[in-house]
T-cell receptor
Framework: GDSVTQMEGPVTLSEEAFLTINCTYT??????LFWYVQYPGEGLQLLLK?????DKGSNKGFEATYRKETTSFHLEKGSVQVSDSAVYFC?????????FGAGTRLTVKP | DTAVSQTPKYLVTQMGNDKSIKCEQN?????MYWYKQDSKKFLKIMFS???????INETVPNRFSPKSPDKAHLNLHINSLELGDSAVYFC????????????FGSGTRLTVV
């Protein structure tokens, strides 16, 4: 079945560092891919998405490119801030439901 | 107005009790979901309704029963609560079409003692 694998955390970075969180997927067809962010005590919020190969999703300085050849959707940000500290989830959807990765906790230190 | 609202936000109860969690959305989305998030943040789908019809029913104990009285509401009733039911339960909604993301509620933290 469809699944998502993302890099284990936690990830700790200094402010203004470059961020990459790796995500790879397994799917039988052509899924849509998503990144969600969860701040402490809150629900998940959609960060960005891409619906077909080579699409780039972007939002709030984060971006991810749908790579069919490597079945990947890595999340990147050029300069992280303390306020980016959260848990990030990669997800895919081919039908009515969505499969989530295990989440990667990011801590950004001043 | 909160798009997807869940009540209660916190629920502490004893083993063996029966409890309900409510979810309401004002987005007009067709599909609603219940997810369980464990202490390690892993998210597991439990149920999904599309226009009041059950479309996803994952392998969960039959002590859990969803009910959708109308398109804007999806409730979760849990009988005979067990310690292992302690988790955060999230309601989510989705507009029609597989390319849309979810809108999540803020969660209900259930603690069974």
């Amino acid at each position: 079945g469809d699944s998502v694998t993302q890099m284990e955390g936690p990830v700790t970075l200094s402010e203004e560092a470059f961020l990459t969180i790796n995500c790879t997927y397994t799917a039988t067809g052509y899924p849509s891919l998503f990144w969600y962010v969860q701040y402490p005590g809150e629900g998940l919020q959609l960060l960005l998405k891409a619906t077909k190969a080579d699409d780039k999703g972007s939002n709030k300085g984060f971006e991810a490119t749908y790579r069919k050849e490597t079945t990947s959707f890595h999340l990147e940000k050029g300069s992280v801030q303390v306020s980016d500290s959260a848990v990030y989830f990669c997800a895919l959807s081919e039908g009515p439901d969505m499969r989530f990765g295990a989440g990667t906790r990011l801590t950004v230190k001043p | 107005d909160t798009a997807v609202s869940q009540t209660p936000k916190y629920l502490v109860t004893q083993m063996g009790n029966d409890k309900s969690i409510k979810c309401e959305q004002n987005l007009g989305h067709d599909t609603m979901y219940w997810y369980k998030q464990d202490s390690k943040k892993f998210l597991k789908i439990m149920f999904s309704y599309n226009n009041k019809e059950l479309i996803i029913n994952e392998t969960v104990p039959n002590r859990f029963s969803p009910k959708s009285p109308d398109k804007a509401h999806l409730n979760l009733h849990i009988n005979s609560l067990e310690l292992g039911d302690s988790a955060v339960y999230f309601c989510a909604t989705r507009a029609a079409g597989g390319t849309n993301g979810y809108t999540f509620g803020s969660g209900t933290r259930l603690t069974v003692v």
